[in-house]
């Protein structure tokens, strides 16, 4: 007898692949500062934002599994808006003085 879930945010390997994917947009930022001064990234950077997009995609997991199926757009798009928040406030200080 198979019991897998059939939802694939049931299953524990998410958090492989959302772990996999973390590493694939950080390799963005690491391959772009081979080729130019603008983006100069440090160790703490690269440990800041990794721990946002997995804690993020990770939060997303346990947020939807928790509710039915069509809660879960509207659980995306509050997560969605919950990083960009952060990474704004990280980067440039919107509301406070973090990113300056």
């Not at 590493?23 to 440990?47: C, K, R, S, Y």
């Not at 990770?58 to 969605?80: E, K, P, T």
């Not at 928040?85 to 990113?99: D, H, K, M, P």
Request: glycine share 8%.
């Amino acid at each position: 007898m198979n019991t897998k879930p059939r939802d694939p945010l049931h299953r524990n390997s998410v958090f492989g692949w959302i772990a996999l994917a973390t590493g694939l947009v950080l390799l963005v930022p690491l391959v772009a500062m081979q080729f130019t001064e603008e983006v100069n990234w440090d160790g703490t950077d690269f440990l800041v934002m990794g721990m946002l997009l997995l804690g993020m995609g990770s939060l997303f997991v346990l947020l939807s599994r928790s509710v039915s199926r069509r809660y879960r757009l509207a659980i995306g798009f509050a997560c969605a808006a919950v990083f960009l928040y952060l990474w704004a406030e990280l980067a440039v200080g919107i509301f406070t003085n973090l990113g300056s």
